[in-house]
């Protein structure tokens, strides 16, 4: 498996590997080494290993004048660096399957299993020809999917929309559908963000858990925030809008409600979400990516049985009226979602009732409801 990242936080890639792993195939993901932070080997279990490369350290001479227009260059090479060593240390695996985790990766993935006699599997996480900052990327993404995608044994990709989508634009068969879910989990009582941030006031806990980038309502809803009384909002993760939504919360001298935590370890997720009351998902439909996306905060919030309050875009509707997980808001819609929110944490029937459907749901939202999926199309690839 390959991976554009440093392979610390990346759960659908980790369940992945661990079903097949259970599945009797010795997985190795390769990722991206940052020295300082992750080993470049290691072993998480017999058979399931990760290995990383670092980014080739190129250097110029200066970051001024004529250098520093030389900047996007020499990150090209930097990165290329990591795409050289991993195809090479690819041509000696003797690998049956090489899984291509998102487009980044999907080159290097096919040429490995051209060379190497491998079948190639691409994972498509995301919509990269319409996704927040890939603007200027959009037309190689689409002409680097054309070329390749077709050329996969196996396909997969993460919501119903998506699988439309990659089928009519490449015209492929469709893709296997994976959704971002986590692994069932035991409903738990935790405290965990009241007594890490010392909540004083018993008022329901609002949370946002995810990437903090663009695109995903979170400015909107730090402002919001201030038309929401009697709640806390906390926003666990990190990203670019870490120090535009601290700003916002201060400016509006809401920093006694409204709290940040930097981003925790998976493992460690599930007892923050649980000691949450309601999970907030208010994502824009400001691309194609947004519009056909579930995401793996929707899951999480059904697992730790969170009511949720989610934008109203087709595939977050379908799966929150389904179970009836919760309120649903039209995208980018401040005075909706305002409304719902206080409705939400001033009514703990409501929110009752909802906890109550998400703990129903918990089993068939579950990664274990769709992970044989993944080996039928294993086994389907391989003869």
């Known amino acids: ?95 049956d399957v090489i899984h291509a985790h998102d487009v980044n990766v999907l080159p ?25 900052g890939y603007s200027s990327f959009r037309k190689l993404v689409a002409i680097v999917e ?13 919501t119903e929309a998506r699988a439309k989508f990659f089928a009519r634009a490449y015209g492929i068969a469709r893709p296997l559908v994976l959704q971002n879910r986590p692994r069932e989990q035991q409903p738990q009582a935790s405290e965990r963000i009241r007594r890490e941030l010392g909540l004083s006031e018993s008022w329901p806990i609002v949370l946002y858990q995810g990437g903090v980038q663009q695109g995903r309502g979170l400015e909107r809803l730090v402002r919001v925030a201030a038309q929401v009384p009697e709640a806390y909002f906390v926003f666990i993760g990190g990203g670019r809008l870490d120090a535009s939504l601290r700003q916002i919360a201060k400016e509006l001298q809401l920093e006694d409600r409204v709290h940040f935590i930097p981003t925790v370890a998976l493992a460690d997720l599930p007892s923050y979400t649980a000691s949450a ?35 109203d875009l087709p595939e977050i509707r379908r799966i929150v009226r389904q179970h009836d997980l919760g309120l649903l808001v039209p ?13 939400m944490v001033s009514d703990a ?14 089993a068939a939202l579950s990664w274990e409801m769709q992970e044989h999926l993944l080996i039928d199309l294993y086994r389907r690839v391989l003869g």
Request: glycine content about 6%; aromatic content about 6%.
């Open 277 to 311: 009351d309601i999970g907030v998902q208010p994502i824009e439909n400001t691309c194609l990516n947004h519009y056909t996306t579930d995401s793996n905060k929707l899951f999480e919030y059904v697992q730790a049985a969170l009511p949720v309050i989610a934008s």
């Open 331 to 343: 995208a980018g819609n401040s005075e909706a979602l305002a409304d719902a929110l206080r409705r």
């Open 108 to 132: 290097t993935a096919w040429l490995a299993a051209k060379l190497s006699g491998a079948k190639l599997v691409y994972d498509a996480h995301e919509i990269s020809t319409s996704r927040e």
């Open 1 to 95: 498996m390959l991976v554009w990242n440093d392979f610390l936080n990346d759960a659908r890639v980790l369940k992945e590997a661990e079903t097949l792993h259970a599945a009797d195939y010795r997985v190795v993901v390769h990722a991206v080494h940052v020295p300082g932070r992750t080993p470049e080997h290691e072993c998480l279990i017999d058979g399931l290993e990760v290995r990383r490369a670092a980014l080739m350290p190129w250097r110029t001479a200066g970051v001024t004048g004529r250098d520093n227009r030389q900047r996007p260059l020499v990150q090209v090479l930097s990165r290329l660096g990591w795409h050289v060593i991993v195809l090479w240390r690819l041509l000696f695996a003797r690998a």
């Open 146 to 158: 054309r070329a390749l995608m077709p050329r996969a044994e196996g396909t997969i990709t993460t």
């Open 349 to 362: 029937g409501l929110r009752q009732h909802h906890t109550v459907r998400a703990r129903a749901a918990a």
